[in-house]
T-cell receptor, first 116, second 108 residues
Framework: SQTIHQWPATLVQPVGSPLSLECTVE??????LYWYRQAAGRGLQLLFY??????ISSEVPQNLSASRPQDRQFILSSKKLLLSDSGFYLC???????????????FGPGTRLTVT | LAKTTQPISMDSYEGQEVNITCSHN???????ITWYQQFPSQGPRFIIQ???TKVTNEVASLFIPADRKSSTLSLPRVSLSDTAVYYC?????????FGSGTKLNVKP
């Protein structure tokens, strides 16, 4: 069966510090990968998605970046955090088209980031 | 992608059927309609997807009229554990855009 991991679970970082959040998927190959952010009481904002190694699409211009160094690894980074970067960060995956494709995304447990 | 519009919140009582309607006036030919459920501090969970007419699974039904400009998620006999936020999405080419969702509050 497939599983998705995110770490850390919680993080408190000062403004201006760097950020690295990691997401890994097990039990599948060549998934689409996604990073979302959810501010308190709000819906999910799609930040980045990737259809393959090294292929990143950015949905919202900001001080965040994403990388996919391996097929099932997705990393969210920032060089200098802002207060507005606080939120609940969720990684998700789904099957690529042609692999019994459905629009079912599978989400990780999330990382709660507080920028102080 | 087509923007979706849902009620901000709804109240219901245990045992009732709940219908949440979503408007997506600009839906394109290749777009699919999906619904997700989210509990606090968790990632959303897929409920159901459809293209047109009616789709039913073990937890919900999805009704889509012929013009596909709206859809209705039907939850039969809700319980307290169905209290959550429900998101309607229009999806194409693996791009998922979550709106603000509908907060469903189920009362005893």
């Amino acid at each position: 069966s497939q599983t998705i991991h995110q770490w850390p679970a919680t993080l408190v970082q000062p403004v201006g510090s760097p950020l690295s959040l990691e997401c890994t998927v097990e039990g599948t190959s060549n998934p689409n990968l996604y990073w979302y952010r959810q501010a308190a009481g709000r819906g999910l904002q799609l930040l980045f998605y990737s259809v393959g190694i090294g292929q990143i699409s950015s949905e919202v211009p900001q001080n965040l970046s994403a990388s996919r160094p391996q097929d099932r690894q997705f990393i969210l980074s920032s060089k200098k955090l802002l207060l507005s970067d606080s939120g609940f960060y969720l990684c998700a995956w789904n099957h690529q088209d042609g692999q019994g494709a459905s629009y079912e995304q599978y989400f990780g447990p999330g990382t709660r980031l507080t920028v102080t | 992608l087509a923007k979706t519009t849902q009620p901000i919140s709804m109240d219901s009582y245990e045992g009732q059927e709940v219908n949440i309607t979503c408007s997506h006036n600009n839906i394109a030919t290749n777009d699919y309609i999906t619904w997700y459920q989210q509990f606090p501090s968790q990632g959303p969970r897929f409920i159901i997807q459809g293209y047109k007419t009616k789709v039913t699974n073990e937890v919900a039904s999805l009704f889509i009229p012929a013009d596909r400009k709206s859809s209705t998620l039907s939850l039969p006999r809700v319980s307290l554990s169905d209290t959550a936020v429900y998101y309607c999405l229009v999806v194409n080419f693996n791009k998922f855009y979550f709106g603000s969702g509908t907060k469903l509050n189920v009362k005893p």
